[in-house]
């Protein structure tokens, strides 16, 4: 036997090569579908998203010293009354958040991450 050949690898092989070629061939899928990814602007405005507000409501409460579960409970009361009212002017700062995306670290990363890919 030749010196770093093993036999056992060799029995990997039928099924490791394969897989490898699945996996190259689902990140081109995956690199094709990020590459064509449209952001549609607004989408949230709809009224079908109201409640996705409930938490920043409840949050609002909750640093206003209200009790976590009295917050809920009112939020949720509020909700089912009709009287819900969702507040989008969000000032949300931390990174990632709606109000500090963090777009161009994202672009520098993902730049960084793919020039030796293309």
């Not at 081109?28 to 990814?37: G, K, P, R, S």
């Not at 409840?58 to 009295?70: E, L, M, Q, T």
Request: glycine fraction near 6%.
């Amino acid at each position: 036997q030749p010196s770093g050949y093993h036999r056992d690898y060799q029995l990997l092989k039928d099924v490791l090569f394969p897989a490898i070629t699945r996996l190259h061939s689902c990140l081109d899928l995956a690199t094709y579908m990020l590459e064509h990814i449209e952001v549609r602007g607004g989408l949230l405005d709809k009224e079908k998203y109201d409640l996705l507000f409930t938490v920043e409501v409840v949050n609002a409460k909750v640093v206003a010293g209200v009790p976590f579960r009295d917050a809920y409970r009112e939020v949720g009361a509020a909700v089912e009354s009709g009287t819900y009212q969702p507040n989008r002017n969000l000032n949300h700062t931390h990174q990632g958040s709606l109000g500090n995306l963090c777009l161009p670290e994202i672009r520098q990363k993902w730049d960084r991450a793919t020039i030796n890919t293309n």
